[in-house]
């Protein structure tokens, strides 16, 4: 399973991005996805995640309300949609795919196989 990422960048606090996450050589309606991220000097974490029919969804708090995880099962692809970016969101992002028997939306990292090779998103004040 390979995960390729894009739609980071610069952005000044209050505006939005869109990262996107393109899954391949799985069985992508049998894959939970999940976005994490890690800041300078500080410990990846998670972000937000969804099961594999999109039907459950998590969040870290500090995104709910401005992130919004979905996914497409029919093009291979997760996205999170990030608006009134604020400066503590600067990080670099990976998105993250987990072989799932079940309709579960995970936020352990171990719990996911395959990761990305991460999208910089930066927010200036």
């Known amino acids: 399973v390979q995960l390729v990422e894009s739609g980071g960048g610069s952005v000044q606090s209050g505006g939005s991005l869109r990262l996107s996450c393109t899954v391949s050589?799985?069985?992508?309606?049998?894959?939970?996805m999940g976005w994490f991220r890690q800041a300078p000097g500080k410990e990846r974490e998670f972000v937000a995640s969804?099961?594999?029919?999109?039907?459950?969804?998590r969040y870290e708090d500090s995104v709910g309300g401005r992130f919004t995880i979905s996914r497409d099962n029919a093009k291979n692809t997760a996205t999170l949609q990030m608006n009134n970016l604020r400066p503590d969101d600067t990080a670099v992002y990976y998105c993250?795919?987990?072989?799932?028997?079940?309709?579960?939306?995970?936020?352990?990292?171990?719990?996911?196989?395959?990761w990305g090779q991460g999208t910089q998103v930066i927010v200036s004040s």
């Open positions: 050589g799985g069985t992508f309606s049998n894959i939970a």
């Open positions: 993250a795919a987990a072989n799932s028997m079940y309709e579960q939306a995970y936020r352990v990292q171990s719990r996911f196989t395959y």
């Open positions: 969804v099961s594999r029919s999109g039907d459950s969804k």
